[in-house]
């Protein structure tokens, strides 16, 4: 280690993204001009060059991690990530769990199903399953992210309790989401979903 990286070294192990998801800082001396960010099993790299000093550390670690930020809130916005296949959703959940939950949830399938009525998802933590009612996919996609990390909470905590929302508290659109199902659920339990023009 060459004199003066120690302090950067320890900054970066404690570092963590907005919503708590671990930073690891890689530096390299291959790479020499470039700087580059990207998520890895939960945790957001930061590469950079070896010769950099602390604080070029530090202000590139910060552009970097709003840069991805920033990619982030732009795909959930734009709902390209739309999964439309099993396949899709499990590929989506990996992703959300990575982004928001640190990549400790792993299912082992999810999928959409047309057989449930009374809930939006459910999921079997001894079985690492997941399942998302077909009634989802006209919704925005801002609220087909929240159901499916609420289940992806689930794998975690079984119940309702506060350390359950607390791992919530990472998504930008929790309570919005929460109020946008109760919504929906109030119009269909009366029957004004099928009064509208």
């Known amino acids: 280690m060459r004199p003066g990286t120690g302090g ?3 900054e970066a192990a404690t570092l963590t993204t907005p919503n708590g998801s671990p930073v690891e800082v890689r530096r390299s001396a291959r790479r020499t001009r470039t700087v580059a960010a990207f998520w890895e099993d939960g945790t957001a790299v930061v590469a950079i060059p070896a010769r950099f000093t602390a604080a070029q550390e530090r202000e590139w670690v910060h552009k970097m991690l709003a840069k991805l930020h920033r990619q982030g809130e ?6 390209r990530r739309r999964p439309a ?6 590929a989506h959940a ?7 939950l ?6 082992t399938s999810v999928r959409w199903v047309s057989n449930q009525n009374s809930r939006w998802g459910s999921a079997t933590p001894a079985e690492g399953t997941i399942r998302l009612s077909d009634k989802l996919r006209p919704m925005p996609q801002w609220v087909i992210d929240y159901v499916l990390l ?6 975690l905590v079984a119940s309702h ?9 990472a998504y930008p659109e929790t309570q919005r989401a929460k109020a946008f199902l109760e919504g929906v659920s109030f119009a269909t339990s009366r029957g004004m979903d099928k009064d509208a023009d």
Not at 74 to 79: D, I, K, S, T
Not at 85 to 90: F, G, K, P, S
Not at 102 to 107: E, K, V
Not at 161 to 167: G, I, R, S, T
């Open 94 to 100: 990996a992703q959300l769990s990575a982004q928001y």
């Open 74 to 79: 732009r795909q959930a916005a734009a709902g």
């Open 85 to 90: 296949t099993d396949e899709a959703l499990a």
């Open 161 to 169: 309790n506060a350390a359950f929302w607390k791992l919530l508290e």
């Open 8 to 10: 950067g070294a320890r």
């Open 150 to 155: 609420h289940e992806l909470a689930h794998l």
């Open 102 to 107: 640190g990549g400790r949830s792993l299912p």
